[in-house]
T-cell receptor, first 110, second 112 residues
Framework: SQQGEEDPQALSIQEGENATMNCSYK?????LQWYRQNSGRGLVHLIL?????REKHSGRLRVTLDTSKKSSSLLITASRAADTASYFC??????????FGKGTKLSVIP | EPEVTQTPSHQVTQMGQEVILRCVPI?????FYWYRQILGQKVEFLVS????????KSEIFDDQFSVERPDGSNFTLKIRSTKLEDSAMYFC??????????FGDGTRLSIL
């Protein structure tokens, strides 16, 4: 299984602004998943995008996938203080496991 | 919405003792996982379990670790002889084929 690399490592924005975080990976995937982790809690699945999809929306979340560049981005629009968390991407091929990087730590300031 | 539940939320154990961490996965899920997160570090995969056997395991999952699905609802992780470096948050997850994994809130294991 391969690990995604999230960028930036930390992001601080004002409430109401948009937050964009990026993920790069190295080899071919079947899908790519984004997860959120609030401090001291488990990971929460946000969105799964398959390798034949280019964009996917879920509420205030928009995920893009560019398999030619081996990259994905997660956009959170109109951010809220409750969006403060760490965000992880998990590129997935045939393996059962998810492999997580260091994530992007998002702070939304009220 | 169905959840993965883990017990206990915090376990304190003396070094060298055995510990069992318990998980109740989502009822119609077929794949089960354990991950751990040492304080301040990445979430690391330990093991996956499918059809009553281990399907994949990491280098961390050595002979001191074992998993079991003793009945139709529970999924357990046993550490036989705990070490100080086993102190971490342990997360259970479950899922379906080609679907996202659903995580519990974890058990904080403290080894003294």
């Amino acid at each position: 299984s391969q690990q995604g690399e999230e960028d930036p490592q930390a992001l601080s924005i004002q409430e109401g602004e948009n937050a964009t975080m990026n993920c790069s990976y190295k080899t071919s995937i079947n899908n790519l998943q984004w997860y959120r982790q609030n401090s001291g809690r488990g990971l929460v699945h946000l969105i799964l995008i398959r390798s034949n999809e280019r964009e996917k929306h879920s509420g205030r979340l928009r995920v893009t996938l560019d398999t030619s560049k081996k990259s994905s981005s997660l956009l959170i629009t109109a951010s809220r203080a409750a969006d403060t968390a760490s965000y992880f991407c998990a590129p997935k091929a045939g393996s059962y496991q998810l492999t997580f990087g260091k994530g992007t730590k998002l702070s939304v300031i009220p | 919405e169905p959840e993965v539940t883990q017990t206990p939320s915090h376990q304190v154990t003396q070094m060298g003792q055995e510990v069992i961490l318990r998980c109740v996965p989502i009822s119609n899920h077929l794949y089960f996982y354990w991950y751990r997160q040492i304080l301040g570090q990445k979430v690391e995969f330990l093991v996956s379990f499918y059809n009553n056997e281990i399907s994949e395991k990491s280098e961390i999952f050595d002979d001191q670790f074992s998993v079991e699905r003793p009945d139709g609802s529970n999924f357990t992780l046993k550490i036989r002889s705990t070490k100080l470096e086993d102190s971490a948050m342990y997360f259970c997850a479950s899922g379906q084929t080609n679907q996202p994994q659903h995580f519990g809130d974890g058990t904080r294991l403290s080894i003294l």
